[in-house]
């Protein structure tokens, strides 16, 4: 109500590196609010960052900031508040008279001057300090994601208030009774004055993103104050809306305090949800009805500023992205997003989790490392976090930190203080907590990890330091895999997590390894509460250099350049495009096999991705089907992401994707459901083709009047045709009358006779015989066997998990082995080779046994002008040349080579398939080489 003092604009400024203290007169002016990295200051960074971003004007140290602002005669010596919203520590003197210090990471900085300001001029002085933090910050402070920024960042402002006024106003809604309880701190002479609340709604669309027209408005009641401490409650009637992430419907609370004869003394506009956001057994309900979390993980990732924006605008177009990719929730790793992002995901309808900035060991007195002015600020930062943010529906969880290990107790005891705090939202320990004997504490509302024990895993990927792997990973890919039996095994095997008594294990800790101290028990832990699987996906691909060009801001990313720079320098810089396209659809795919098997997991109450965007950090974990600016890399819309990844997913069941001629095909089709609108009447289709042609069709009538999330609606059985060529097939099943829809390929292949590979000219090694062959100009299928190849690196269908950097270090540390590291195929899919055996220029299914019974054959040493026919993509750390198939001229004969375990392919519908399309081309005219070799120095290369 009364005027507020801006404060943004043109600052006086000094950096203070060495933390010395001010000098007059300042060398500087910066505008604000801004960071000095983003504004350009201080000396240029000469170091280009390798595993993250560069910011070009890194600073730590001291910020001084001075200027001048006027306080007109009206507002002298009123109650003054200085807001600054997004800053690091700050020390704030107007008039040369200290104010104090704050220290929130996530929550604005306010300073308080109970007698206000004389009218006229006042000078403000304030330093901001980016290293002196209580607690390391995690991604709040980090140069992986924002940056450890230095500056101030969103409002900055001088608020003034009467001789009442309401210090903090706390809005609990009742969806079930359509009622909201009030809670209003008053302060000052409130003797005589009354409160009048009003509700009014609203609601955004999502595609114009305009404000609806008005739905329902709530009369103006009034409450007298009796007291500072007022609860009030206040009902909205039969035809109050509902905010969920369906139909995210708002209200516009006006809360005033009034005086005598209705003098407005104090003001505020809240916007509030009517919502119940609950853990309800092993599942989240939101207004008494089943909700699935598909989340993803955010670190406030912001290439072009390296800090968080502060407008609802961007955030809008930043949620909107990723709602429009069938995402509604969000969990920031060890951050909380600015009051914007809030606001924003209020209007979309997305589950916001914040979490405390803090990676590492609770502990308790007894602990010899025991920091208590460090958990005490933790502690203090979440209650600031509930103060400021509670009120937004959209903040329905908040989380411990990630990956925390410690005291259990003094974790419990923290939960318990914030529930008793805070009533609004649910609680988790942390993310993925205690690793390989993780454990469900008390106060707990839901779990969030990665696994019940060692081998009870809820992810389909891992590094190799925390294998197993996942099924993503190993298994023969199909659409059959649910964590169900992980999640609460069939049979209670009592087995124990790790062992009876406290040992001491070795797990990954951030970017290194670290030593933890791990209690043992003698029970399988078997939860009682909603389970969200933790970081799911991570699935790499090869950088794509056209995006060095978009980072126009003071973030730079001159580690693409790097990697660019290491490509060329193999003689691969042509294939850059290649490899990025190449890995992206396998990254996909991949994807697309996790996200199903959660979607199938009926005890799965939700799931995190890592990442729907890349990762700037970490070794730059390239892990996004959108890139750091959460733009589209081209490689699927979204439109088909959301067939796998939505409120409705269409699921079918089936063993495998490649079948014989002939082969019965069926098929179990389920449905994961969470709209509100029934589908009874509707009808689910399913098509069985080939290109243009139907080979076969069925309609199932959904009669249900109220659907259930997770359904099974019919069976499917086929006869696949009798082809005499390998055919793709697509299964297609769509519901009627909707945009649901899903469709998979299959891959049929011919009966290939044992006879067609009895005079193979097939060979291990160049025997005599191979030679022999040679020197008569004759072909030979040259596959050394596995254990005989020289510089090789194992078949791995998948893509390397997160990024290969960070994870050869840690498994190194650890004396673990190191990760396989490749990321695909690269398939010259037109050459004659592969004739019989038609591809994709990327890894498909039909791929999976002959990758995985195969190793890439390093061809760095071999002549340069050699380029395989099928290469392996390797990581931007190594990038070997990678031969999966490749041949040469030798002599006066011909030589195709491939890193393939020949018996293994034999017993395979595929394997066949594939070699009778390599001896077709040997016994053809198009088996022409270009590339010469010696025979010994064949062998040489090869095996020694």
Same mark, same amino acid.
């Given at each position: 109500?009364?005027?507020?003092?801006?404060?943004?604009?043109?600052?006086?400024?000094?950096?203070?590196?060495?933390?010395?203290?001010?000098?007059?007169?300042?060398?500087?002016?910066?505008?604000?609010?801004?960071?000095?990295?983003?504004?350009?200051?201080?000396?240029?960074?000469?170091?280009?960052?390798?595993?993250?971003?560069?910011?070009?004007?890194?600073?730590?140290?001291?910020?001084?900031?001075?200027?001048?602002?006027?306080?007109?005669?009206?507002?002298?010596?009123?109650?003054?508040?200085?807001?600054?919203?997004?800053?690091?520590?700050?020390?704030?003197?107007?008039?040369?008279?200290?104010?104090?210090?704050?220290?929130?990471?996530?929550?604005?900085?306010?300073?308080?001057?109970?007698?206000?300001?004389?009218?006229?001029?006042?000078?403000?002085?304030?330093?901001?300090?980016?290293?002196?933090?209580?607690?390391?910050?995690?991604?709040?402070?980090?140069?992986?994601?924002?940056?450890?920024?230095?500056?101030?960042?969103?409002?900055?402002?001088?608020?003034?208030?009467?001789?009442?006024?309401?210090?903090?106003?706390?809005?609990?809604?009742?969806?079930?009774?359509? !009622?909201?309880?009030?809670?209003?701190?008053?302060?000052?002479?409130?003797?005589?004055?009354?409160?009048?609340?009003?509700?009014? !709604?609203?609601?955004?669309?999502?595609?114009?993103?305009?404000?609806?027209?008005?739905?329902?408005?709530?009369?103006?009641?009034?409450?007298?104050?009796?007291?500072?401490?007022?609860?009030?409650?206040?009902?909205?009637?039969?035809?109050?809306?509902?905010?969920?992430?369906?139909?995210?419907?708002?209200?516009?609370?006006?809360?005033?305090?009034?005086?005598?004869?209705?003098?407005?003394?104090?003001?505020?506009?809240?916007?509030?949800?009517?919502?119940?956001?609950?853990?309800?057994?092993?599942?989240?309900?939101?207004?008494?009805?089943?909700?699935?979390?598909?989340?993803?993980?955010?670190?406030?990732?912001?290439?072009?500023?390296?800090?968080?924006?502060?407008?609802?605008?961007?955030?809008?177009?930043?949620?909107?992205?990723?709602?429009?990719?069938?995402?509604?929730?969000?969990?920031?790793?060890?951050?909380?997003?600015?009051?914007?992002?809030?606001?924003?995901?209020?209007?979309?309808?997305?589950?916001?989790?914040?979490?405390?900035?803090?990676?590492?060991?609770?502990?308790?007195?007894?602990?010899?490392?025991?920091?208590?002015? #460090?958990?005490?600020?933790?502690?203090?930062?979440?209650?600031?976090?509930?103060?400021?943010?509670?009120?937004?529906?959209?903040?329905?969880?908040?989380?411990?930190?990630?990956?925390?290990?410690?005291?259990?107790?003094?974790?419990?005891?923290?939960?318990?203080?914030?529930?008793?705090?805070?009533?609004?939202?649910?609680?988790?320990?942390?993310?993925?907590?205690?690793?390989?004997?993780?454990?469900?504490?008390?106060?707990?509302?839901?779990?969030?990890?990665?696994?019940?024990?060692?081998?009870?895993?809820?992810?389909?990927?891992?590094?190799?330091?925390?294998?197993?792997?996942?099924?993503?990973?190993?298994?023969?890919?199909?659409?059959?895999?649910?964590?169900?039996?992980?999640?609460?095994?069939?049979?209670?095997?009592?087995?124990?997590?790790?062992?009876?008594?406290?040992?001491?294990?070795?797990?990954?800790?951030?970017?290194?390894?670290?030593?933890?101290?791990?209690?043992?028990?003698?029970?399988?832990?078997?939860?009682?509460?909603?389970?969200?699987?933790?970081?799911?996906?991570?699935?790499?691909?090869?950088?794509?250099?056209?995006?060095?060009?978009?980072?126009?801001? !003071?973030?730079?990313?001159?580690?693409? #350049?790097?990697?660019?720079?290491?490509?060329?320098?193999?003689?691969?810089?042509?294939?850059?495009?290649?490899?990025?396209?190449?890995?992206?659809?396998?990254?996909?795919?991949?994807?697309?096999?996790?996200?199903?098997?959660?979607?199938?997991?009926?005890?799965?109450?939700?799931?995190?991705?890592?990442?729907?965007?890349?990762?700037?950090?970490?070794?730059?974990?390239?892990?996004?089907?959108?890139?750091?600016?959460?733009?589209?890399?081209?490689?699927?819309?979204?439109?088909?992401?959301?067939?796998?990844?939505?409120?409705?997913?269409?699921?079918?069941?089936?063993?495998?994707?490649?079948?014989?001629?002939?082969?019965?095909?069926?098929?179990?089709?389920?449905?994961?459901?969470?709209?509100?609108?029934?589908?009874?009447?509707? !009808?689910?289709?399913?098509?069985?083709?080939?290109?243009?042609?139907?080979?076969?069709?069925?309609?199932?009538?959904?009669?249900?009047?109220?659907?259930?999330?997770?359904?099974?609606?019919?069976?499917?059985?086929?006869?696949?045709?009798?082809?005499?060529?390998?055919?793709?097939?697509?299964?297609?099943?769509?519901?009627?009358?909707?945009?649901?829809?899903?469709?998979?390929?299959?891959?049929?292949?011919?009966?290939?006779?044992?006879?067609?590979?009895?005079?193979?000219?097939?060979?291990?090694?160049?025997?005599?015989?191979?030679?022999?062959?040679?020197?008569?100009?004759?072909?030979?299928?040259?596959?050394?066997?596995?254990?005989?190849?020289?510089?090789?690196?194992?078949?791995?269908?998948?893509?390397?998990?997160?990024?290969?950097?960070?994870?050869?270090?840690?498994?190194?540390?650890?004396?673990?082995?190191?990760?396989?590291?490749?990321?695909?195929?690269?398939?010259?899919?037109?050459?004659?080779?592969?004739?019989?055996?038609?591809?994709?220029?990327?890894?498909?299914?039909?791929?999976?046994?002959?990758?995985?019974?195969?190793?890439?054959?390093?061809?760095?040493?071999?002549?340069?002008?050699?380029?395989?026919?099928?290469?392996?993509?390797?990581?931007?750390?190594?990038?070997?040349?990678?031969?999966?198939?490749?041949?040469?001229?030798?002599?006066?004969?011909?030589?195709?080579?491939?890193?393939?375990?020949?018996?293994?392919?034999?017993?395979?519908?595929?394997?066949?398939?594939?070699?009778?399309?390599?001896?077709?081309?040997?016994?053809?005219?198009?088996?022409?080489?270009?590339?010469?070799?010696?025979?010994?120095?064949?062998?040489?290369?090869?095996?020694?």
């Amino acid at each position: 109500m009364l005027p507020i003092i801006n404060l943004q604009g043109i600052w006086r400024m000094q950096l203070d590196e060495d933390k010395l203290g001010v000098t007059v007169p300042y060398d500087d002016t910066i505008t604000m609010p801004n960071t000095t990295s983003h504004a350009g200051k201080g000396k240029k960074n000469e170091v280009a960052e390798v595993g993250a971003l560069t910011d070009e004007h890194a600073f730590e140290g001291w910020l001084w900031l001075e200027r001048e602002f006027e306080v007109p005669k009206e507002l002298e010596g009123k109650h003054c508040c200085l807001h600054l919203e997004r800053t690091r520590v700050t020390t704030v003197w107007i008039d040369g008279h200290p104010l104090g210090t704050r220290n929130s990471l996530n929550t604005p900085h306010e300073y308080v001057l109970m007698e206000g300001l004389a009218a006229g001029t006042h000078t403000i002085r304030i330093k901001v300090d980016n290293t002196s933090y209580p607690t390391k910050g995690g991604h709040m402070t980090s140069k992986d994601t924002q940056t450890n920024w230095n500056g101030i960042t969103g409002k900055m402002k001088l608020k003034f208030s009467n001789e009442a006024r309401m210090d903090d106003v706390q809005i609990y809604p009742d969806a079930m009774n359509k !009622s909201i309880t009030l809670s209003v701190n008053l302060s000052g002479e409130t003797q005589g004055t009354a409160i009048a609340v009003s509700a009014q !709604s609203f609601a955004i669309y999502e595609q114009t993103s305009e404000l609806a027209a008005d739905k329902h408005q709530v009369a103006e009641r009034i409450y007298p104050c009796d007291k500072n401490e007022n609860s009030i409650t206040y009902e909205f009637g039969d035809e109050a809306l509902l905010w969920s992430d369906d139909a995210p419907h708002l209200y516009k609370i006006a809360i005033t305090l009034r005086g005598e004869n209705g003098r407005i003394i104090d003001d505020r506009d809240i916007v509030i949800g009517l919502r119940d956001f609950k853990a309800s057994g092993d599942k989240f309900t939101i207004n008494d009805r089943p909700t699935f979390l598909r989340g993803k993980h955010d670190g406030l990732i912001f290439p072009l500023t390296g800090y968080a924006p502060t407008d609802v605008n961007e955030w809008v177009r930043i949620l909107g992205i990723s709602k429009s990719y069938g995402i509604n929730h969000y969990r920031f790793h060890t951050c909380c997003p600015p009051e914007a992002a809030f606001v924003a995901a209020d209007l979309l309808g997305i589950y916001m989790e914040p979490e405390l900035p803090f990676w590492g060991t609770i502990t308790d007195e007894t602990d010899p490392n025991h920091n208590q002015a #460090e958990q005490d600020y933790l502690i203090e930062e979440g209650l600031a976090i509930l103060r400021t943010f509670g009120n937004h529906p959209s903040f329905v969880m908040m989380s411990l930190g990630n990956e925390l290990w410690g005291s259990k107790e003094r974790l419990n005891a923290i939960l318990k203080k914030y529930k008793a705090y805070d009533s609004r939202h649910l609680y988790t320990q942390g993310s993925n907590n205690f690793q390989f004997t993780p454990v469900i504490l008390e106060e707990e509302d839901f779990f969030s990890g990665v696994r019940f024990s060692r081998d009870r895993l809820i992810r389909g990927s891992y590094a190799m330091c925390d294998a197993p792997l996942g099924h993503v990973q190993t298994d023969l890919p199909g659409t059959m895999k649910d964590y169900d039996d992980h999640i609460l095994p069939l049979e209670h095997s009592n087995l124990q997590n790790s062992a009876a008594e406290e040992q001491e294990i070795q797990i990954q800790y951030g970017t290194v390894s670290k030593t933890v101290k791990a209690a043992g028990t003698d029970k399988e832990l078997i939860p009682h509460l909603p389970v969200v699987s933790h970081e799911i996906g991570q699935y790499a691909m090869y950088p794509n250099f056209a995006e060095i060009e978009k980072y126009t801001g !003071s973030i730079k990313a001159h580690n693409f #350049e790097i990697f660019r720079e290491r490509l060329q320098e193999k003689g691969m810089g042509h294939l850059a495009d290649s490899f990025f396209h190449a890995s992206g659809q396998l990254a996909v795919a991949c994807y697309k096999e996790e996200l199903e098997a959660a979607f199938r997991s009926e005890r799965l109450a939700g799931f995190q991705l890592l990442d729907l965007q890349d990762f700037s950090g970490q070794g730059t974990a390239l892990v996004g089907i959108l890139d750091a600016f959460m733009d589209s890399k081209g490689l699927i819309s979204a439109e088909e992401w959301r067939t796998f990844c939505s409120d409705t997913v269409l699921l079918a069941r089936f063993e495998k994707y490649n079948y014989a001629a002939g082969e019965a095909f069926s098929a179990s089709v389920e449905l994961r459901y969470y709209r509100q609108v029934p589908l009874k009447g509707k !009808s689910l289709k399913w098509h069985l083709t080939q290109g243009s042609r139907v080979i076969s069709e069925g309609e199932h009538l959904i009669t249900e009047d109220h659907m259930k999330p997770y359904q099974m609606l019919c069976s499917i059985t086929a006869t696949l045709p009798d082809v005499v060529d390998m055919t793709q097939m697509t299964l297609k099943l769509s519901i009627s009358e909707t945009d649901i829809y899903k469709t998979y390929d299959l891959w049929i292949y011919p009966n290939q006779k044992d006879s067609q590979f009895a005079d193979a000219p097939v060979y291990r090694e160049l025997t005599d015989k191979a030679l022999e062959k040679l020197e008569k100009g004759e072909s030979i299928l040259l596959l050394p066997a596995l254990n005989k190849i020289a510089n090789s690196i194992e078949g791995l269908y998948s893509t390397d998990f997160w990024c290969y950097p960070m994870f050869r270090s840690i498994s190194e540390s650890m004396n673990k082995p190191v990760p396989v590291g490749t990321l695909g195929l690269l398939i010259e899919n037109e050459h004659a080779a592969l004739q019989h055996f038609p591809s994709e220029k990327h890894s498909t299914y039909p791929w999976w046994n002959i990758v995985t019974h195969s190793r890439s054959i390093i061809l760095d040493n071999f002549p340069g002008d050699v380029q395989p026919i099928v290469q392996t993509i390797d990581n931007f750390e190594r990038n070997h040349k990678l031969g999966l198939l490749f041949e040469f001229k030798v002599g006066k004969g011909k030589v195709l080579v491939g890193a393939l375990d020949y018996d293994q392919l034999l017993a395979q519908i595929e394997g066949r398939q594939f070699i009778y399309s390599l001896l077709q081309y040997l016994d053809s005219d198009d088996f022409n080489p270009t590339c010469e070799l010696d025979a010994n120095e064949l062998t040489r290369l090869l095996f020694n």
